[in-house]
């Protein structure tokens, strides 16, 4: 009789608590701050508010997929609102806002739900995650990467992303920077490059 394998027990999934801990402590880790005052709604046992230098980052946790597919909206509308807010108090100041949206509990077998609500970017960006994506604190760092900046060497930090740089790049070698800072928008905003360049030139 062959002995068996050595059995694995299956992570137990991550909680609203873990959740919140481990998204914190990527974004802090990151340079972002966390707002404490002035919005009590996104200070919860549920909800954080962080900012940086470019951004504005609404986190939520559910402890189902259902309750996540229930609040969103309303959230982003509250972050809307924040950001609305921040740049009349600002001279100005151009915000990036993102509204992530985490969740241990496991989402329909069709994902048509999850996929709408990450590629709606009319009014924010939206980063999501349900228990199929998140089965340690490592998941929430990998999902959080494109809010964080770049690092050159150890322990230096770039400020904004490659995609934040790349207009200045390309304008010192005499490459349009109207044109590279539309296709940089257009790729972050998850639409066709070559769409863009067509308007712009049937604008021109």
């Known amino acids: 009789m062959q002995a068996s394998g050595p059995m694995t027990t299956p992570s137990l999934p991550l909680t609203p608590t873990d959740l919140i801990a481990a998204s914190s402590s990527v974004l802090q880790t990151g340079g972002y701050r966390l707002v404490e005052d002035g919005f009590p709604e996104w200070d919860s046992t549920s909800s954080r508010l962080f ?6 980052v609404g986190v939520a946790v559910f402890t189902t997929f259902t309750e996540l597919l229930r ?10 609102d924040v950001i609305s807010g921040k740049v009349g108090s600002t001279e100005g100041k151009a915000w990036d806002g993102y509204l992530v949206l985490l969740t241990g509990g496991m989402a329909p077998s069709a994902e048509l739900d999850i996929e709408a609500i990450r590629y709606d970017t009319t ?7 349900t228990g199929e994506d998140l089965s340690g604190a490592g998941d929430v760092e990998r999902l959080l990467r494109p809010l964080l ?3 050159a ?43 863009a360049l067509h308007r712009r030139q049937g604008v021109e």
Do not use: C
């Open 51 to 56: 900012e940086d230098e470019y951004n504005v």
């Open 71 to 80: 609040s969103w909206t309303g959230l982003q509308g509250l972050l809307v």
């Open 153 to 195: 060497g150890q322990g230096s930090a770039i400020q904004g992303s490659a995609l934040d740089r790349l207009p200045d790049f390309l304008t010192e070698h005499d490459i349009n920077r109207d044109t590279t800072t539309l296709l940089v928008k257009s790729f972050v905003d998850q639409e066709p490059l070559m769409e």
């Open 149 to 151: 900046p770049l690092h």
């Open 123 to 129: 009014r924010l960006r939206k980063l999501v995650a």
